[in-house]
């Protein structure tokens, strides 16, 4: 059975850092691209950043690039999401997904910017 | 961004009775590989999303049969047989052919 754990969320102000990490299990990570996906309180989901199998290749959204960087650790199967200069607008539940057309979801973890 | 318009957003429905969501793109989701990624995603509420449908019309594992999904190019349906409580949710249509991934408004199915 698959299974994602995202950590890492919390409370953190404008211009602050964080570091997501996903848990992953039930599958064989090193084969499946990954992504992450960010739902704000009763807004949709919104897709901002998936990475190869390999890591080498990654995409963003235009409103996180230069500012979150996702990674993975294939020998730990983990991603990452790492997330600078966070802002109000930021706010939201991350989602870990396995796979570009996120086969399965995590709980989620939740990230709040605020002062 | 492929534009993703979803109707209705609002969906009353009786227990026992059929149910239909459509599901508009702005351009075709036909990618260059051949396979149309057009996904359908449920979420109940206070849950995490849950994809049940991908590629159109193949259903994820454990998903009942009552779920079915059809269309092609840019014009898709998600149908609901026969309702049943646990089908209360927002329903999104989700297209992953083209960066960014982009999702419909969601359509939210209640019990009358």
């Known amino acids: 059975e698959v299974h994602l754990l995202e950590s890492g969320g919390g409370l953190v102000q404008p211009g602050g850092s964080l570091r997501l990490s996903c848990a992953a299990s039930?599958?064989?990570?090193?084969?499946?691209?990954m992504s992450w996906v960010r739902q704000a309180p009763g807004k949709v989901p919104e897709c901002v950043s998936t990475?190869?199998?390999?890591?080498?290749?990654?995409d963003y959204i235009d409103s996180v690039k230069g500012r979150f960087t996702i990674s993975r650790d294939n020998s730990k199967n983990t991603l990452y999401l790492q997330m600078n200069s966070l802002r109000a607008e930021d706010t939201a539940v991350y989602y870990c997904?396995?796979?570009?057309?996120?086969?399965?979801w995590g709980q989620g973890t939740l990230v709040t910017v605020s002062s | 961004d492929v534009v993703m318009t979803q109707s209705p957003l609002s969906l009353p429905v009786t227990l026992g009775q059929p149910a239909s969501i459509s599901c508009r793109s702005n351009?075709?989701?036909?990618?260059?590989?051949?396979?149309?990624?057009l996904n359908w995603i449920q979420q109940r509420p206070g849950q995490s999303p849950r994809r049940l449908i991908y590629?159109?019309?193949n259903r994820d594992s454990g998903v009942p049969d009552r779920f079915s999904g059809s269309g092609s190019g840019t014009d898709f349906t998600l149908k609901i047989s026969r309702v049943e409580a646990e089908d209360v949710a927002v329903y999104y249509c989700?297209?992953?052919?083209?960066?960014?991934?982009?999702f419909g408004q969601g359509t939210k199915v209640e019990i009358k």
């Open positions: 997904a396995k796979g570009g057309h996120l086969d399965n």
């Open positions: 039930g599958f064989t990570f090193s084969n499946l691209p």
């Open positions: 990475i190869s199998k390999g890591g080498d290749n990654t």
């Open positions: 351009q075709s989701l036909i990618h260059s590989y051949g396979g149309t990624y």
């Open positions: 590629q159109i019309s």
């Open positions: 989700m297209q992953a052919t083209h960066w960014p991934l982009t």
